[in-house]
């Protein structure tokens, strides 16, 4: 068989992979969503933020298929994620928020509409119902009616207890 048909073939197989790939990651997105009750919008976010990160692994692959050569192809990956990363040093806490959005999407207990107590201190608790949960913030609605939005890294890093409804 000529070459340049197995390089047709593969290519096919790695679309057919991302595309089989993309559909069950957005059916598990779209479970998590109805199941934690939480905004569709976000969903969304979420759906970019995966599909983006597959199709760079679909295309890392297909380069490799064409014959780009693994040393190439690794510098030039390389060369992309130094500046990317001397670019996020400089927004590490923008980063933090996000991978802690995503892990509080998929992990975490808590969802929109319920009550918790957060315990920053001994004498310091932050108490409220929480009313959205972000890509950067999760925000909650005090007794007092104030809202107060806390950014998902130290959500996510503090003792959290759910009130009985």
């Given at each position: ?77 390389g060369s992309v994620l130094a500046v990317v990363g001397v670019a996020l040093v400089a ?48 925000t909650l609605q005090t007794v007092e009616m104030e809202e107060i939005s806390l950014p ?14």
């Amino acid at each position: 068989m000529n070459p340049l048909y197995i390089k047709i073939i593969e290519t096919v197989v790695v679309f057919v992979l991302y595309m089989v790939l993309r559909g069950t990651l957005y059916k598990v997105i779209e479970k998590t969503l109805s199941k934690k009750l939480i905004i569709n919008a976000r969903g969304v976010i979420i759906k970019r933020a995966m599909n983006f990160i597959l199709l760079l692994l679909s295309i890392s692959v297909i380069t490799l298929i064409w014959g780009v050569n693994q040393a190439d192809l690794a510098v030039f990956v390389g060369s992309v994620l130094a500046v990317v990363g001397v670019a996020l040093v400089a927004q590490w806490s923008l980063l933090s928020n996000v991978t802690s959005g995503i892990i509080i999407f998929f992990n975490h207990n808590v969802k929109i509409g319920d009550s918790i107590v957060i315990m920053e201190a001994k004498d310091y608790i932050i108490e409220g119902k929480v009313t959205n949960i972000g890509l950067f913030f999760t925000t909650l609605q005090t007794v007092e009616m104030e809202e107060i939005s806390l950014p998902n890294n130290i959500f996510i890093n503090k003792s959290i207890r759910k009130k009985e409804k």
